[in-house]
C-alpha cells in the first residue's frame, strides 16, 4: 500500500531531483534499520523536503510550532510523519515524542542550528540534537546539504558515517558537547564535498 508520504516523496522527487540535478552521497552510510538521529545543517526552506526524498528511509523532521497553524500545509506537514516543536523554549512533548521516535527504530530528522543560515555558513548547533544523541541508542548519522538551490546548479546532499558515541554517552557528556561533536562531523562534510 502506498501511503501519503511515499506518494508525496514520488511528486517532490521528479520535480526536485532534476531541477536542482541532486547528487547524493553516502547512501552506503545510512542505517538499513534501528533508530537514526539525522542531523543536518540548515541553508534553504526547502531543506526538508530535500533530505526527505533523498534519505533512503521515511524521516520524522521536527518541525516549527507555526507550520501546522497554515491551512492545507499544517495538515500536510503532520502527513509527512512531521511533529510541532515550540521554539526558543524547552518543549517537553516534543523532545518525548522524539525520544519515542528513535526508541521505535524509526529515523528523526533534525536541523541543530535550530533555523537557517543567514549566509549559509554552518551555526552553532542547539541542545537539542546532544539530547536525543545522549538519550537514545540511535546511530547518529551527519549530513551536510552544499549548493546554491538555484536551477540545474548541482546540490549535494551527503551523508556521513554513523557517528562513534560510546565515549561520550559512558562520559555522560552535556548535550550542549554532544551537539558540538555532531556540527564538526557535519562541517568536516561541508568542508570536504564543497
Known amino acids: 500500500m502506498v501511503t501519503f508520504y511515499d506518494f508525496a516523496k514520488g511528486v517532490v522527487s521528479s520535480v526536485f531531483k532534476p531541477l536542482y540535478k541532486i547528487e547524493v552521497i553516502g547512501a552506503e552510510n545510512f542505517p538499513k534499520e534501528g533508530g537514526v538521529l539525522l542531523c543536518t545543517n540548515h541553508i534553504h526552506n526547502f531543506d526538508p523536503p530535500v533530505v526527505g ?4 528511509r521515511p524521516v520524522s523532521f521536527m518541525a516549527k510550532e507555526e507550520l501546522f ?3 492545507v500545509l499544517g495538515k500536510a506537514v503532520g502527513n509527512l510523519n512531521a511533529f510541532p516543536v515550540k521554539r526558543g523554549m524547552s518543549d517537553r512533548e516534543a523532545l518525548r515524542k522524539g525520544l519515542a521516535v528513535l526508541k521505535e527504530g524509526k529515523v528523526l530528522g533534525l536541523f541543530p542550528e535550530g533555523t537557517r543560515s543567514k549566509d549559509g555558513k554552518l551555526g552553532k548547533g542547539l541542545a537539542g540534537a546532544g539530547f536525543f544523541a545522549s538519550r537514545s541508542e540511535a546511530y547518529i548519522i551527519p549530513c551536510a546539504i552544499i549548493g546554491p538551490y538555484k536551477a540545474f546548479r548541482k546540490l549535494k546532499v551527503v551523508f556521513g558515517q554513523p557517528i562513534d558515541m560510546t565515549e561520550l554517552r559512558e562520559a555522560k ?6 551537539t558540538e561533536v555532531i556540527m564538526a562531523h557535519i562541517n568536516e562534510l561541508i568542508e570536504k564535498h564543497q
Not at 526524498?53 to 533512503?56: G, R
Open 53 to 56: 526524498i533523498c534519505t533512503p
Open 173 to 178: 557528556k552535556s548535550a550542549d558537547i554532544v
Open 69 to 71: 497553524k497554515v491551512p
